[in-house]
């Protein structure tokens, strides 16, 4: 997480046109820095981990989210927040791609 600076992917849009690309590519940063397993529920992920996992997704999310879920301190309500919000649209995306 050293040089949370340089951003690894693009910002999660308010709108969540890009939400499959982001949530596929915060799996992927998360499994390559052996942190995956802090948005599974029931996990056994330390303090440290999970606020480490939080930081990293609120520096990733459109600053309106930020705003929004300002108050939401833990790291698995605020992934199953931006789920809920934003897991509509895979119905809406992978239909019209495979039709491309």
Do not use: C
């Amino acid at each position: 997480m050293a040089n949370i600076e340089n951003r690894k992917f693009i910002t999660l849009d308010i709108s969540g046109k890009n939400y499959l690309s982001w949530v596929l590519d915060v799996k992927l940063y998360l499994s390559a820095k052996k942190l995956r397993h802090t948005i599974d529920e029931d996990n056994a992920a330390s303090n440290e981990e999970r606020a480490t996992t939080l930081i990293f997704l609120r520096h990733y999310i459109d600053d309106g989210l930020k705003y929004e879920y300002l108050t939401v301190e833990n790291l698995l309500e605020l992934w199953q927040n931006l789920n809920d919000r934003f897991e509509h649209l895979k119905a809406v995306v992978l239909p019209k791609a495979l039709n491309d």
